[in-house]
């Protein structure tokens, strides 16, 4: 009789190559997912030994931090980020990595075109890096960022040294209510635990509200798992996982899709499994959350006002120019964006547009919306949501990291201040002095509407 | 890389709770595709804050710093240990990190030292009057002015690998090459999907 595992005890022991003397496991890596900004350092590293990729069908890349979301017809305009675009599509050539090309129909951000390739799929071990690589736990994938020096090792040598996290199970119990999403329950765990609070932990997500999620929803709740401060985040395959990757390109057919199925369906935990931490939630008592200061867990329902006698906010506070005792419902805001790898996949653009439908963005306000890859820009054009936004007003953009990130042309300028869905609003991070109020799609749909922070609920 | 053994010299103070790796190495500048020739860019956007212990433009600091709870979490940008090394920084002490970039640090001869809140409020102190920090890694001892040593912990394999500057690439296909053969057609036979390019 084995003793009962949980679905990370599972992914990990199926992955164990070598046990190091202290406690470190060789891991063996079955996909690795390449960008443009964490590699060039990486291949170097290759140069230095002439080594070849041990394994390059294993290895896809794409760009998609530095790239432009505009004029994409037209060469890259910054040099900077034109270079480190051209070294990415040179180095996959040079060592025989299949490249999405930036013109091409697969090109998008790392975490949306993973699972839209079936590049991502149950069972396997996944690296990227990238912080967000939790993202496709979401189909029971033992994935985990990774820095730049380790892409290397992984392109050489197939493995890596590892410690084995502690398990957490975060349970959402029962169902969310109309206009609270996936974003609202990642919001809200990081709230309750802290923005440290998964150090060291592989988080599982499960319960009702869970098992209810789409894949876009669990792919948003897994993504934010890194800040909790776990590296990993995971929701068990289920006949939702399996009927989403179904026929995608890369995913196995015929007598392998089959007996892939079947492993597949062995990885849930067991049920007399245990978790060295756990967290429970109540899914139908969240309310749509936002963020207040400058680390994720400095976050509220929208329907509270800004912390009062907190000394340690009020560095945050001065920051964000936010007073202890200010509501957030009525907060004005002079820009909006919709996108990123957490929110910008074609459930978030349809719930985004609900709401966008109904109004025209306020005067005085900027808003961007940037699907998240190729596939969805195209799936959103053919059901008339580009129209929907343009109409009311957003700018309807390429596929890209857009305003996540500002290492590209989409900046914004200090003191601004934006509603997004993205994952992370520290210091700077949408720009040098910008402040970012993190919330879900159709919430940051109705603050560009309004022109103030709302609870999206009372627009029903 | 650069063995590390030990590290003396005096140690940077930096109490805040949440330093990420955005706050070290502003995105703006992940466009530079180099390594080296970075510490200028360390904590560029917070350089000019009242009482920041950086002013703007030095590329140079004490080698040990002194860090906040969860230091260098967020993104995994591996900028943010090479800018700390650009300003000579080899030693890095705080009660918990960000994982990526804990992990980033080994791979840069570079040893972060998770201690307990009350000794790394006690090490700020020490640090902010200007007392010689001592860091032996071969004892696991860090020792602060004329204080007894205060023992770390460090998984055996990191600090083999620091002692010796080893590579983790050729170490691996060094030592356990053959373990990944083994591990490859085993795989073959279990996960044969895998195996073929879809």
């Keep these: 009789m084995t003793m009962a595992r949980t679905l990370y005890d599972k992914l990990w022991d199926a992955h164990v190559v070598a046990e190091g003397a202290d406690g470190q496991t060789l891991l063996y890596v079955d996909r690795h997912l390449l960008h443009e900004v964490s590699t060039p350092q990486s291949f170097e590293l290759l140069r230095e030994d002439g080594l070849p990729v041990h394994r390059p069908a294993t290895q896809l890349a794409v760009a998609d931090h530095s790239v432009p979301t505009h004029d994409r017809d037209q060469p890259i305009a910054d040099p900077q980020a034109a270079a ?105 765990m990081i709230g309750q635990i802290g923005a440290s609070g998964a150090v060291g932990y592989a988080i599982e997500f499960a319960g009702e509200a869970v098992r209810a999620l789409s894949m876009e929803g669990r792919m948003t709740l897994c993504n934010m798992a890194i800040e909790a401060g776990s590296r990993t985040g995971l929701v068990a395959p289920d006949e939702t996982t399996f009927a989403y990757l179904k026929g995608r390109p890369r995913v196995p057919q015929g007598a392998d899709w089959d007996a892939a199925l079947a492993y597949w369906r062995t990885l849930p935990s067991d049920t007399d499994a245990s978790f060295d931490t756990e967290v429970t939630i109540a899914a139908d008592a969240i309310a749509p959350h936002v963020t207040f200061g400058t680390s994720p867990d400095q976050v509220l329902p929208v329907t509270a006002a800004v912390p009062q006698g907190e000394a340690k906010l009020a560095k945050a506070l001065a920051y964000m120019d936010l007073q202890p005792g200010e509501a957030m419902d009525g907060l004005a805001i002079d820009h909006a964006f919709i996108g990123s790898c957490t929110n910008g996949r074609i459930e978030d653009l349809r719930a985004a547009a609900a709401i966008a439908s109904r109004g025209h963005v306020a005067a005085g306000v900027r808003a961007l919306v940037v699907p998240g890859s190729g596939a969805v820009k195209r799936q959103a054009e053919a059901e008339g949501l580009d129209r929907i936004f343009i109409d009311a007003g957003f700018e309807w953009r390429d596929p890209g990291c857009s305003l996540c990130v500002a290492m590209n042309d989409d900046r914004l300028p200090a003191g601004a201040r934006c509603a997004s869905t993205s994952n992370r609003n520290f210091e700077g991070r949408q720009g040098a002095g910008a402040r970012t109020h993190l919330m879900s799609p159709a919430m940051v749909a109705a603050a560009a509407i309004m022109g103030r922070i709302v609870d999206v609920r009372t627009m029903a | 890389m650069t063995p590390l053994v030990t590290v003396t010299g005096p140690a940077l103070s930096l109490p805040d709770a949440d330093v990420d790796t955005d706050i ?166 279990a996960a044969p999907w895998l195996w073929t390019k879809g």
Excluded at chain 1, 146 to 153: D, F, K, P, T
Excluded at chain 2, 96 to 104: K, R, T, V
Excluded at chain 2, 130 to 147: C, K, M, Q, Y
């Design chain 1, 84 to 188: 480190q675009v051209a070294l990415l599509e040179a180095n996959c050539a040079q060592f025989g990595i299949e490249y999405l090309a930036l013109d091409g129909p697969g090109q998008g951000i790392v975490h949306v075109i993973g699972p839209e390739q079936g590049f991502t799929l149950p069972g396997i071990s996944f690296v990227c890096g990238d912080s967000h690589s939790a993202t496709h736990g979401a189909f029971g994938t033992l994935a985990f960022g990774i820095g730049a020096s380790e892409c290397g090792i992984v392109m050489a040598a197939q493995a890596l040294w590892q410690v084995k996290a502690k398990r957490m199970r975060v349970t959402f119990t029962g169902a969310l209510q109309p206009g609270v999403t996936a974003k609202d329950m990642a919001l809200a």
């Design chain 2, 24 to 189: 070290i190495y502003p995105a703006r500048f992940l466009l530079i595709t180099e390594k080296k020739g970075l510490g200028r860019y360390a904590f560029h956007d917070r350089r000019d804050a009242p009482g920041f212990p950086l002013a703007p433009g030095i590329d140079q600091a004490p080698p040990v710093l002194v860090a906040g709870p969860n230091f260098g979490c967020g993104s995994s940008r591996e900028q943010a240990p090479w800018a700390l090394a650009g300003l000579g920084i080899r030693v890095i002490i705080a009660e918990s990190f960000g994982e990526i970039f804990f992990s980033n640090c080994f791979k840069n001869g570079q040893l972060p030292i998770r201690l307990d809140v009350a000794t790394v409020e006690r090490l700020h102190a020490a640090a902010g009057a200007g007392l010689p920090f001592a860091i032996d890694l071969e004892a696991r001892t860090l020792t602060v002015g004329n204080d007894a040593p205060i023992l770390f912990t460090v998984d055996d394999g990191r600090r083999e690998a620091l002692l010796n500057g080893w590579n983790d690439i050729s170490r691996i296909r060094a030592l356990h090459g053959a373990d990944i053969a083994r591990f490859e057609q085993a795989q073959q036979q």
